[in-house]
């Protein structure tokens, strides 16, 4: 019998759960991050470009004649075709007037330092980035500013950030899934010791009650330390119930007996018959008494050997065969014969005190139940996988209808009055074949009067 374990939650499941959201965020932030590092360093680069481009130029201007002369220069250009392959456009101005180039290229508004100044705008329907820059040349008097425009789309530069985009997506992916794999493992160790304590407590025999010696990882000391203390209070908690139980038997069934005898000799001693019937009644009260005392005791140690079932291989040959010889004498007093019948070998794994008791209970209600001088035959006898052991009495018979209840604690047939019994019998009986894995089966013979109760239990 083990009670129902509820669970909620896995330690496994929530480890998992944890690793992964933590991953999946470091993935995205490691995602975002280069992203914006690439941009970053991109658009410094283009600046950088633009600014050396803007003052090569620059550096090929001069003032002739009061006219600027200007050779562009090839490298410039070159520069900036290195990056990619983005449109360049150009304007140069000279104080107030336009030299050079594209005419409506916007000039990037300048502010108080020396320059070259920078802004992303959009020209001719695309985005580009534009840098001036400006140098003073000596004209006549005053010197005037030559001011120098240059503008590039970003094509490349967006091309170049989608590429790395990509990349940073794959690299956030491979990221997620080998911590993913990592994370598996992690939960998968980390249960491990659970796994193993568990398995080391189940696979224990039922009276193994041993503290768990085996080292645990240091938060699972106080667990472990907590089912060693409870294993060791169960330990002793089973030891005083079968010193009780010993002990009650034996304190019970004694001063009764002793009764019985007093009362008996009293019986013989009075002479009034009305005090003999009472006597009578006396001795019938003890006998019941005894009997249910008995029988309680031997249901309280049924039920305290079920719970730590023993697994010894029993002969069911050797063990019909001393029963019977145990119960000879009490069938002897009603003449009735006991015939053991034994169908081939048959042996099962269990308790052989509780597979004795099952037995001597189904035996004594039917030499209870059977008229004197008649024939009981137990047989042994196995088919498919399972041995049985069957009484087959000519006494009363069940009472059919209700038979199943007869299992039941305290039930007693209709058929019995005058019978001493406590209606403990087929119980214990019922008990001790469902503990083995086998099952108690009570029918009437097919032929001719009786009860046939099989016992039946798994073979080896
Ligand atoms: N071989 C049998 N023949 C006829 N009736 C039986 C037989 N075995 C059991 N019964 C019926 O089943 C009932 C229950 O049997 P069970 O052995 O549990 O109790 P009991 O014999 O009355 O008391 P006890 O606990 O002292 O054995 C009996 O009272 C009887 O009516
Ligand atoms: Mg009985």
């Known amino acids: 019998m083990s009670a129902e374990v509820h669970s909620r939650g896995s330690i496994r499941r929530r480890l998992m759960v944890q690793l992964l959201l933590g991953a999946a965020v470091l993935a995205i932030a490691l995602f975002f991050i280069v992203q914006s590092l690439a941009r970053q360093l991109a658009e410094e680069s283009q600046d950088n470009i633009l600014a050396a481009a803007v003052s090569a130029i620059l550096d090929t201007t001069s003032v002739r004649d009061g006219e600027i ?6 490298s410039a250009f070159s520069m900036l075709s290195n990056i ?30 020396f320059g070259p100044w920078f802004d992303t705008t959009t020209y001719q329907d695309d985005e580009v980035r534009i840098v001036t820059a400006q140098r003073r040349l000596a004209s006549g008097e005053t010197p005037l500013a030559v001011e120098v425009t240059l503008a590039q789309t970003r094509d490349g ?27 598996l493992l992690a939960a998968r160790s980390s249960i491990s010791p659970i796994l193993r304590l568990t398995q080391s407590v189940s696979r224990r025999g039922p009276k193994d009650l041993r503290p768990v010696a085996a080292p ?10 907590a089912l060693n203390s409870f294993m060791d209070r169960l330990k002793n908690s089973l030891t005083r119930s079968e010193e009780f139980i010993a002990d009650a038997a034996h304190r019970v069934r004694t001063p009764l007996a002793t009764v019985r005898t007093q009362a008996e000799i009293t019986y013989r001693r009075v002479e009034k018959d009305e005090n003999r019937a009472s006597i009578r009644e006396m001795i019938r009260a003890i006998d ?13 140690m049924v039920t305290f050997r079920t719970d730590h079932l023993e697994q010894q291989a029993i002969d069911l040959n050797a063990l019909a065969a001393e029963m019977i010889d145990r119960l000879h004498p009490m069938a002897e007093l009603r003449e009735i014969e006991l015939v053991l019948e034994q169908q081939g070998a048959a042996s099962t794994i269990g308790d052989t005190i509780l597979l004795q008791s099952a037995l001597r209970n189904i035996l004594d209600n039917a030499i209870k139940y059977s008229p004197a001088d008649s024939v ?3 047989i042994v006898s196995q088919d498919a996988g399972m041995a049985h052991l069957t009484t087959s009495d000519r006494g ?4 059919i209808d209700d038979a199943e209840r007869l299992k039941s604690r305290f039930a007693r047939g209709a ?9 403990l019998g087929l119980t214990i009986a019922d008990e001790v074949a469902r503990a083995h894995g086998g099952y108690l089966t009570i029918a009437n013979n097919s032929k001719g009067p009786g009860a046939c109760v099989t016992l039946s239990f798994p073979l080896q």
């Open 216 to 225: 645990v990882p240091h938060e699972m000391v106080p667990l472990v330390a």
């Open 396 to 399: 009363i018979g069940l009472p």
């Open 288 to 300: 019941e008494s005894s009997r249910a005392a008995g029988q309680m005791l031997d249901h309280a």
């Open 69 to 74: 002369q200007l050779d562009l220069p090839y």
């Open 157 to 183: 530069q967006r091309d170049q950030l989608m590429w790395i985009s990509q990349s940073a997506a794959a690299l956030g992916t491979g990221f997620f899934v080998s911590v993913a794999v990592l994370a």
């Open 84 to 113: 990619s392959n983005d449109r360049v456009f150009y304007a140069v101005r000279f104080g107030d007037d336009f030299v050079t180039g594209y005419s409506d290229l916007p000039v990037v508004t300048k502010d108080d330092s």
């Open 376 to 378: 009981i035959t137990l």
């Open 415 to 423: 058929n019995v009055e005058g019978v001493i019994g406590s209606g």
